[in-house]
């Protein structure tokens, strides 16, 4: 008895130790989870406040937030002739409670006259009209700043360009309206049309430039010294998933009067459905909104035999004549012609994913296209150029067999210099003849000197390199060939321009073949040089307003085209040049013939653009602003120096609410990976494990606790 | 009631330790690397740390304000973070930007203490050390910005780390980078002594 009184004494001495000991642990511990988990709520509420580098994407606790604009695109494109005429809507819907103004850099068709710009707000729409550049930023500025509605659009690049539009108000809608006009492209008796609808992140080349940051522009890219507006070209590329689920879509309508029957219609982008009404054909695509991820290329085809070789429309605009003609020389026969090919493929960054291997399947089967007594070599460029032969090869098997091996392994990876490649392939034939002994020099000189140019485009300094192309083309021809969901068509058309040869694009993976088959035939192909074209009552004046003014050269299935003002639709139109061989090839058309057309005075007025900016390129002057401005005013045309502007009359926000910016982001295209490295996950799951663990630690010593204080 | 109370406790222990395995791994992993960095820079060959592993030591950062240092591996591949820094880009021995990521609960943790002036030094497999001069520190969006490695001039050295530092999430998008770039000092001490050589 005594015994046990004293066990029990005891017991009880050591379940209080025990007590004691239990709590003390849990009190450690409970102050080692209070410490760890400190420092989350220290994080939390500094968060709220604006970390500077953060972007707007990020709110304060670092989580991604979808941009409060939501984006609705509305294309209505209507096709007559040769003419596109296209209207796009673009609504911001603003989903936050604050006033917002929404900036947006989107692509147009490489040859877009913009002609008009819309705003409607609510019910009201109020019309926008063309002012000088400066001009148009500061009247918006003004409007923006007073609390009124305003909407601009501003030209960065022929193809690019940039919308703002201040005061959305919260939980509302602001559309902009924006109409412009193309011209289709026909080509081997296909008609193509383009509508881009993203931008692939372009690089730019050059040391960085030390600026401060400005209100105006926004991007990833930081000026550099060649590409001094890189920030106002680069908007941020996003995921779809990273934009709300009804942004960045689009609603797109063709409605196609061609003039002639067609065969069929069909887009190598998108799957689309077709409604045939008379000659008119109506094409949605069968998704319905499409994302804006691609460009969607729609092309169609006329009946067998019934492709029109020749065509001409006119139209009066304010008391003037306009006329285009369109004249398809026929087929010239095949002869061969020995050749030396250099194939250049882009191997930078921005074609990683699907475009690097179509652009390996599009080398491999130019590979294909050489004859044996043809020359060729292979060059990749990414950061520096790299040539597969010091100089170019005789295509025998061997080599042909080493080029196949080098293509299979490219792979893309680093920044976009075109500079050095384009004059590796420019001037290595040249090295090449230096080199050689006299014997082959009579073979030599008579090789036709081509250079096949594999890329995406993705460059901000397209000028510079335009004239560069120019400097360095000597005798060669230069072909471009378009890769990926985005490619820049502007840097495709202008370059091959630049460099006499013709362009083309590869838009659907599953159809390399076709477009590059026609591309390799083309060239095979002799062309037709020489080309004058002489209009009826050969004044002077009548020849300068012709554009464009010196036609180049035409390849097979290419057709000649020609805008005038001031000539009448009477008389006929001559067009002749020289075949390869010397034979002189002719053709006339009759103007009396001309169906009406519309738009033609705008085609004319960008053609003439154009021109007065390709002048200043050649001759190295900076290029006559005032005139090019008159121009675009006169016939109320978007251009480098003018913009569009609208400005509702009554102000909608008061000076108290705050406006907030915001930078839409653009999708990345279609089967592209993000050029440039993303950051690496760097974080692990021990300190939640670790909390967790503590927590639960924790939670069974206050249980165990509890059960010792009820039975003791 | 007392096997429920057990079963949590377990699992809670167990958790705990799983949790605190990282850093112990990251801490052991380091002595491990130190040995294999001291022979790869003997032999002046790439040595494994452990036969199995598919990462090796590539260079040797430290911080001498923080009086850290550690051994950076070659990747980010895989498991490699968990022993080490991975070097994401740049070679030893060649000119050009450097990109070390390391985690930010174990190696890189310090890397909230750096502040624009510091001093990080490098150390390559030929056992020279190159000095870098941390410029900024910032906080980037994994998710709308990328490393744009064209732009990165030929000194650059970066350190990445995820943020928030006392972060749970694991998978979060924002990155602390801190921007260090190389020092000029040595080229103006080697002009200093020239000058020292053409007074006498």
């Not at chain 1, 819309?118 to 609390?147: H, L």
């Amino acid at each position: 008895m005594m015994f046990s009184a004293l066990s029990s004494q005891h017991s009880a001495d050591r379940s209080l130790r025990v007590r004691r000991f239990m709590e003390g642990v849990s009190l450690w511990m409970a102050m080692l989870l209070v410490l760890f988990v400190q420092p989350l709520y220290a994080e939390a509420s500094t968060g709220s406040e604006d970390s500077a580098g953060a972007l707007h994407f990020v709110d304060g606790k670092g989580q991604w937030q979808k941009p409060a604009l939501v984006l609705g695109s509305d294309f209505d494109v209507r096709v007559s002739g040769l003419i596109a005429d296209s209207k796009l809507v673009r609504t911001f819907r603003n989903t936050s409670d604050q006033w917002r103004e929404g900036v947006f850099v989107f692509p147009l068709p490489e040859k877009a006259s913009v002609y008009g710009l819309t705003m409607k707000v609510g019910r009201r729409t109020i019309v926008g009209e063309v002012q000088p550049r400066e001009e148009a930023r500061k009247t918006y500025e003004k409007a923006r700043d007073s609390g009124r509605h305003a909407a601009t659009v501003e030209q960065q690049r022929p193809n690019l360009f940039t919308t703002r539009v201040a005061n959305i108000p919260p939980g509302a809608a602001v559309s902009v309206e924006l109409k412009y006009q193309q011209l289709v492209r026909y080509q081997n008796g296909v008609f193509e049309l383009s509508v881009p609808t993203t931008l692939t992140p372009r690089y730019m080349p050059g040391a960085p430039l030390a600026v401060t940051p400005q209100q105006w522009q926004g991007g990833w890219a930081v000026p550099t010294a060649e590409v001094p507006d890189a920030d106002a070209i680069s908007p941020f590329t996003v995921d779809v998933a990273d934009v709300a689920a009804d942004s960045h879509r689009a609603s797109v309508q063709f409605t196609i009067d061609a003039g002639l029957p067609l065969a069929r219609v069909f887009s190598p982008s998108h799957e689309v459905a077709t409604q045939q009404d008379g000659q008119v054909v109506t094409v949605l695509p069968q998704v319905g909104d499409i994302v804006m991820n691609r460009d969607f290329v729609l092309r169609w085809q006329p009946l067998a035999g019934q492709e029109p070789g020749a065509a001409v429309f006119h139209q009066q605009w304010e008391g003037e004549d306009f006329l285009l003609a369109m004249v398809l020389p026929g087929r010239a026969g095949k002869a061969h012609l020995s050749r030396e090919l250099t194939f250049v493929i882009d191997t930078s960054g921005s074609m990683a994913g699907e475009s690097i291997r179509q652009a390996r399947e599009a080398l491999q089967q130019g590979l294909e296209t050489l004859a044996p007594g043809d020359r060729f070599n292979v060059i990749q460029f990414n950061s520096q150029p790299h040539a597969l032969f010091m100089q170019p090869e005789m295509a025998t098997a061997n080599n042909l067999a080493r080029a196949r091996q080098y293509v299979s392994r490219l792979k893309a990876d680093g920044g976009t210099e075109m500079a050095p490649a384009l004059t590796l392939a420019l001037q290595s034939q040249g090295r090449s003849t230096a080199e050689l002994p006299g014997d082959e020099s009579p073979e030599e000189s008579t090789r036709v000197r081509q250079v096949v140019f594999m890329t995406d485009g993705a460059v901000g300094n397209e000028s510079a390199l335009f004239s560069q192309i120019r400097r360095q083309l000597g005798d060669h021809r230069l072909f471009t060939v378009a890769i990926g969901s985005a490619p820049n068509m502007h840097f495709m058309r202008e370059a091959s321009r630049w460099g006499r040869g013709s362009y083309t694009s590869v838009q659907d993976p599953a159809d390399i073949r076709g477009p590059l088959a026609r591309l390799f035939s083309a060239m095979e192909a002799p062309m037709l040089t020489d080309i004058e074209v002489s209009w009826p009552g050969q004044a002077v004046p009548t020849m300068a307003d012709s554009f464009p003014r010196r036609p180049g050269d035409l390849f097979q299935g290419e057709p000649l085209l020609q805008v005038v003002r001031g000539v009448p639709p009477a008389g006929e139109l001559r067009v002749s040049g020289r075949l390869p061989g010397g034979g002189k090839w002719q053709q006339s058309l009759d103007l009396q013939q001309a169906a009406s057309g519309t738009g033609l005075n705008r085609y004319w007025a960008r053609e003439k653009i154009d021109s007065l900016l390709d002048e200043a390129r050649v001759e190295g002057q900076e290029p006559d602003k005032a005139k090019i401005t008159k121009l675009a005013v006169e016939h109320s045309l978007m251009s480098p120096y003018t913009s569009f502007v609208a400005v509702d009359r009554t102000p909608a926000r008061t000076s108290e609410s705050v406006l907030v910016k915001e930078d839409l982001p653009t999708l990345l295209p279609a089967g592209s990976q993000p050029g440039m490295m993303r950051y690496p996950q760097t974080a692990t799951f021990a300190p939640l494990l670790i909390a967790l663990g503590l927590l639960g630690l924790l939670l069974c010593a206050a249980i165990a606790l509890l059960q010792r204080r009820v039975y003791p | 009631m007392s096997r429920s109370l057990l079963l949590l406790m377990t699992s809670s222990a167990l958790l705990l330790v799983f949790g605190l395995w990282v850093p112990i791994k990251a801490v052991v992993a380091q002595e491990l690397l130190e040995m294999a960095w001291a022979e790869s820079q003997a032999r002046q060959t790439e040595s494994r740390p452990w036969p199995w592993a598919d990462t090796w030591p590539v260079a040797k950062l430290s911080m001498p304000e923080l009086g850290d240092s550690m051994i950076v591996l070659a990747g980010v591949h895989g498991e490699s973070l968990a022993f080490g820094p991975g070097q994401v880009m740049g070679a030893s021995g060649q000119q050009g930007a450097v990109v070390i990521a390391g985690h930010r609960d174990t190696h890189f943790r310090p890397l909230k203490y750096l502040e624009p002036g510091n001093e990080l030094r490098l150390q390559n497999r030929e056992g020279r050390w190159q000095g870098y001069r941390v410029r900024e520190t910032r906080i980037v969006d994994s998710r709308s910005e990328f490393i744009d490695t064209h732009k990165l001039s030929a000194g650059t050295l970066l350190l990445i780390t995820c943020y928030p530092f006392d972060s749970m999430d694991a998978g979060g998008p924002l990155r602390y980078v801190v921007e260090a770039h190389i020092e000029d000092d040595r080229s103006q001490g080697s002009l200093g002594e020239i000058d020292t050589v053409a007074g006498l």
